[in-house]
């Protein structure tokens, strides 16, 4: 099989796997603990992580542009640049980025693992859909907490820039804040929890396919995982791009 | 006998003697439908051919006994039987239903019907002995009290009543293949698969697996398949037969004199054809020399 059709192949299964997960939540039954499971792990375990990630990206943002910033006489700009950049971009990519390496790997090796110990089958055996209990809690879980944590995310990020900007460029704490206030638009913050939407359907369905999928035995699941990381990571980055460019034809979003 | 009694009695014998249309499935099936029949039935994985037009039938109360290498059909056809592969060409009907073209949604009253041994267990390895036993009630609502109460019977059956609250990883090969049995036969299907349930497994462990299949097949009236290389599970399965004595304890015994078991009959698997079929009787004298080396486990030439 060259590589177009298996790409082709690959998109359809992945396909009817979310078609299959999101009629389970319409028809029923719905595991309504396990998803709220799963948001607890996904969502509140991944906290850390993510909060640290924009922190420094907040941080290493304010550190790089400042000096550029000043040359031109435009540093009181500052909280605007990285609060547009975060929000935008960085906030939700980056997000993405670590939650795919967390969840999508750990997704892929419990799906993976219960496919190669015939759990999979036992379940549909014993008359369980595995689409309606393993995949759509996840994918749920997934596309609700991904949005709340780059919020959060976002914050943090402001927040480590604001913290550099006065350190260690002693600007003002007020002028920071003043212009991130300024840089903020609605459409930005719209845009960026769209974002997150798309990313967490994507590593979703990226990581529950992969795992279900596994064939080879214990080998296979180490394959399963990397392939779901790697290909929900560049899924991500390259639907990044598409987004961005629709969300500013369709917020018109102007210039920064 | 009173007149009316013998006329209601004749009814009752002439209703069971009835033939039944085999194109119609039935909610009640009589004896005289299969529990489960392969017609023709075709599997190819990549070019190469697991299952080539294999046709038997398992009558009700009877179990059959599937022999063969490794590699040669015998767990795909049990997975055919669940809806968990579809073939190529050819039919399926369990009693008397066609589920060859059956989507996930159409199998799942099906599946409530039979019950399936996994090769090593299969059980859910993040659940409990008692949520793997109780699974299928847990997932159909099932109230609590009456839950715990099917799910210790359950255990009791297989005699392991104090594992309840471990964890899978805290049990041995045998005792996760005995809860594995536990969970399958919770709602007491009709239809029970065996695949493989003693592979690995000690000689003593082995033999108290096949004597829980003996006690469903005699004491239930369930009808079986049982998947295996291992001939000792041949010669207990189709010459022992379980019964029960005034204290109520199960015993085993002998065919010999007193009668021969009639149901259970071996079926050989080769590269996906059947070559064999038949009592056990007739297999250990069968004339074919295939049949014969991978009875008495001699390599082939």
């Known amino acids: ?256 | 006998m009173q007149s009316s009694e013998t006329a209601e009695y004749k009814a009752d014998i002439e209703e069971e003697l009835e033939p039944t249309a085999l194109e119609d499935p039935v909610d009640e099936p009589d004896r005289i439908m299969p529990a489960i029949e392969f017609r023709d039935v075709h599997l190819s994985f990549d070019d190469k051919k697991i299952l080539d037009g294999v046709s038997f039938v398992v009558r009700r109360g009877e179990t059959k006994v599937i022999l063969g290498r490794s590699g040669g059909g015998k767990s795909t056809a049990i997975r055919l039987i669940l809806g968990l592969l579809k073939a190529d060409s050819g039919q399926i009907l369990i009693d008397g239903e066609d589920i060859t073209d059956y989507t996930e949604e159409e199998m799942i009253p099906v599946r409530q019907k039979i019950g399936m041994v996994f090769q090593e267990g299969a059980l859910f390895d993040s659940l409990s002995v008692y949520d793997n036993v109780a699974y299928r009630l847990h997932e159909s609502g099932v109230d609590e009290d009456e839950v715990e109460r099917e799910v210790r019977r359950m255990l009791s059956f297989v005699d392991l009543e104090d594992a309840i609250d471990k964890m899978p990883d805290e049990l041995s090969g045998g005792m996760r293949r005995r809860v594995g049995i536990a969970r399958a036969l919770v709602g007491d299907p009709a239809i029970v698969l065996f695949d493989e349930p003693t592979a690995g497994l000690d000689p003593p462990t082995a033999r108290t697996i096949c004597e829980l299949a003996i006690k469903l097949r005699d004491l239930q009236d369930v009808s079986s398949i049982f998947v295996t290389h291992e001939m000792n599970n041949v010669g207990y399965l189709s010459s022992e037969y379980a019964t029960v004595n005034e204290d109520g304890q199960v015993l085993f015994e002998k065919e010999g004199e007193k009668l021969c078991l009639i149901n259970t009959e071996v079926i050989m698997l080769r590269d996906g054809q059947i070559i064999f079929s038949g009592s056990d009787e007739r297999l250990r004298h069968s004339p074919d020399e295939y049949v014969q080396r991978f009875i008495n486990g001699k390599q082939e030439n």
């Open chain 1, 1 to 256: 099989m060259n590589p177009l059709t298996k790409f082709l192949l690959e998109l359809q299964e992945i396909s009817i796997l979310i078609w299959r997960s999101v009629g389970g939540l319409v028809r029923g039954p719905r595991y309504f603990v396990e998803t709220i499971r799963q948001m607890d792990l996904i969502g509140v375990g991944s906290l850390p992580i993510v909060l640290l990630t924009g922190f420094f990206t907040g941080g290493v943002l304010v550190l790089q542009t400042f000096p550029t910033l000043e040359y031109y006489s435009i540093q009181n700009e500052t909280g605007r640049s990285v609060a547009t950049s975060l929000i935008r971009e960085l906030g939700p990519v980056l997000s993405a980025l670590m939650v795919s390496g967390r969840i999508g790997s750990a997704i892929s090796a419990e799906l993976g693992s219960m496919v190669v110990s015939q759990q999979i089958d036992a379940m549909r055996a014993l008359g369980t859909d595995p689409n309606r209990k393993l995949v759509a809690p996840r994918m749920l879980a997934l596309i609700f907490m991904l949005p709340l944590l780059t919020v959060a995310a976002d914050i943090f990020g402001i927040i480590g820039g604001g913290v550099v900007a006065s350190l260690l460029y002693n600007q003002e704490a007020s002028v920071f804040i003043q212009s991130v206030r300024s840089g903020i638009t609605t459409e930005d913050i719209i845009g960026g929890i769209i974002k997150p939407l798309f990313f967490g359907l994507i590593i979703g369905s990226v990581g529950c396919h992969k795992g279900l999928s596994t064939t080879g035995g214990t080998a296979g699941v180490g394959r399963s995982v990397t392939n779901a990381v790697v290909i929900s990571s560049i899924w991500v980055i390259i639907f990044d791009f598409f987004l961005s460019k629709a969300l500013q034809v369709i917020l018109d979003i102007g210039p920064m």
